[in-house]
């Protein structure tokens, strides 16, 4: 008997419901709540059968978080709101004695800057308290996590270098939309990119390094450096990477609005004062832009998200290249939802099934790459994110640059 209390009702919020909901022996017990009830009820009445209770929360608010969970008395909270929340939901889990898991690490309201120090610091408090927290169960943070350690385990003897690729080629036919909140992926995108070489970690200018990649499936994609979270744990718990490069495709139509949208200050976090009223740039500007849950039924075409990994076995060199193909399409149908969604809310479901039937459980805080990639690689394949795993011979550093 497992309950479960899944925070957050937006785009992933509806894919790890639905894909708990299909669970009733591992999840069998589904609570969803988020700051606007409504929103949950909605996906709780498409789901139907009764298979999910909804509640209001704030989840910026500890007490109230508190309150929540010991009236619901859930296992383990699935935390699928926002990076603000995660020490909040963290705080509440503690006070009350339930695990954790998140997909994306904290990040304080009013500073554009991810890092798992916060996180991390919550070790001792969860150990002490035989409790787990999973960080990053997601596609990237989480999948891509994994995918490395599976590579590990099955191809190398050591890693000398990886890049992940992340392309997104779906079109909702709008000018300008974000596939997910809008506040976070703005400033993600918008951070200086960093990557990690030799033990330390180069800083570049947004966007100043690209390359074209012909993604399998998809075609070629302009994909450029970024800095992103799972780099972070990944060269801290495989010390011998010697390199590591994130990298995301982004369309003509994306980064001329988002190179309008930064001349402008839009894509501001420092609050202005407007008609005697003060607002934060980016805020306002969520609230005009679509509704990331709202894409779903126009967004047509595919992802593709891997990880080109090279190194050594038996004293040769190898070179992997894993990776996931989803479709828009095919998500949504599945579950209201599009790709970027369903890639995010199918590893958490797995992250948490991962806990709870005891494969992965263990007091403390830990990223994906700490556990055995094996049952979680299978249930990728089980659940809706099949997997190839072959051998490549790319060199990303010999890819064009236009
Ligand atoms: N690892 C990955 O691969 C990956 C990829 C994409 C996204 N993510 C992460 O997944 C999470 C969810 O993303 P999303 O696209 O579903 O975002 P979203 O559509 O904006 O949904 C966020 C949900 O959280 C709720 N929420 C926000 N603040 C809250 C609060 N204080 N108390 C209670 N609920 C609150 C929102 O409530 P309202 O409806 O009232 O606004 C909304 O329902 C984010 O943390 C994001 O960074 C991870």
């Known amino acids: 008997m497992s309950r479960i209390l899944i925070i957050g009702a937006g785009g992933v919020g509806r894919v790890v419901t639905h894909k708990c909901a299909q669970l009733p022996e591992v999840f069998s017990d589904i609570w969803l709540a988020s700051r606007t009830q409504s929103k949950c009820n909605q996906i709780a009445t498409e789901i139907g059968g009764e298979r999910v209770n909804t509640a209001q929360v704030d989840a910026d608010n500890v007490p109230e978080l508190v309150e929540l969970i010991k009236r619901i008395q859930p296992v383990m909270v699935i935390n699928v709101a926002l990076p603000y929340q995660d020490l909040s939901i963290m705080d509440a889990c503690l006070e009350t004695g339930i ?24 070790q001792d408090r969860f150990k002490d308290a035989n409790l787990m927290a999973l960080l990053g169960s997601g596609f990237d943070p989480g999948v891509t996590n994994v995918f490395i350690a599976y590579a590990r385990k099955h191809h190398f003897d050591r890693i000398d270098t990886v890049d992940i690729l992340d392309c997104n080629a779906g079109d909702h036919g709008y000018p300008f939309a974000t596939n997910f909140n809008p506040e976070i992926n703005i400033r993600e995108v918008t951070a200086n990119g960093r990557y990690y070489e030799n033990g330390h970690w180069v800083e570049t200018k947004p966007m100043e390094y690209s390359r074209v990649f012909d993604f399998p499936e998809i075609g070629p994609r302009k994909m450029f450096l970024l800095y992103h979270e799972e780099m972070e744990s990944l060269t801290k718990n495989l010390p011998e990477i010697k390199r590591m490069r994130f990298w995301m495709t982004f369309g003509e139509s994306y980064l001329k609005h988002l190179e309008v949208i930064q001349n402008l200050g839009l894509d501001g976090i420092e609050p202005v004062k407007f008609q005697g009223q003060q607002i934060v740039p980016l805020q306002f500007l969520k609230a005009l832009l679509p509704d990331p849950a709202s894409l779903g039924p126009r967004t047509k075409g595919k992802t593709n998200i891997g990880c080109i990994i090279k190194g050594e ?20 149908k599945e579950t209201n939802a599009q790709a970027v969604s369903y890639t995010t809310g199918v590893p958490a479901m797995i992250g948490a099934k991962m806990m709870l039937e005891d494969k992965w459980m263990q007091a403390g805080v830990w990223n994906m790459e700490q556990f055995d990639p094996d049952p979680f690689m299978e249930d990728l394949n089980s659940y809706g994110l099949p997997w190839k795993d072959v051998s490549c011979d790319i060199d990303v550093d010999k890819l064009p640059m236009t």
């Open 99 to 122: 695990h954790y898991l998140d997909t994306a690490n904290y990040e304080p309201l009013d500073e554009a800057k991810f890092e798992y120090k916060w996180q991390w610091a919550y």
């Open 313 to 332: 076995k038996d004293g040769k060199q190898v070179s992997r290249y894993i990776y996931n193909v989803s479709d828009h399409e095919s998500c949504f």
